[in-house]
């Protein structure tokens, strides 16, 4: 048996309409089959290093370097890269169940230097 919905009555007495919910339509999973690197934008200022070093390169530089301080607690170039970022952009640095947004595309810039160092 249904149990029909009753409103409360508003303050001067009349009946007060049902608030709407909104619907959230997630995409499925593999929905979008495009690799990462193409959904990068193509404007971001961490895609190819600057003729000259730029602010944007010393960052990405500072950041890298500061990634190297988290060796200690497991050398994985991508999770200390991705730490790095989080605490450059947030503040401080990830919990556990931290589900806040990076920039990739500085993220990738980061990482893509710390290796290019490595490398060479």
């Known amino acids: 048996m249904a149990v029909p919905s009753v409103e409360p009555p508003a303050a ?3 009946s007060v309409p049902p608030v709407p919910q909104p619907s959230l ?12 690197e193409s959904q990068r934008s193509a404007n971001s200022p961490w895609l190819e290093p600057q003729a000259g070093g730029s602010q ?3 960052l990405v530089i500072s950041l890298a370097e500061a990634s190297r ?6 050398a994985d170039p ?12 947030h503040g401080v640095l990830p919990s556990e169940y931290d ?3 990076i920039d ?3 993220y990738l810039a980061v990482l893509a230097y ?6 060479g």
């Open 56 to 58: 944007a390169d010393s």
């Open 25 to 36: 339509s997630l995409p499925e999973c593999g929905s979008n089959p495009q690799p990462l």
């Open 99 to 101: 589900i806040r947004e």
């Open 69 to 74: 301080q988290f060796d200690g607690t497991g």
């Open 12 to 14: 001067d007495g009349s």
């Open 104 to 106: 990739e595309d500085l």
């Open 78 to 89: 991508e999770r200390n890269c991705w730490m790095a970022v989080h605490q450059h952009m």
């Open 114 to 119: 710390r290796r290019s160092q490595n490398a």
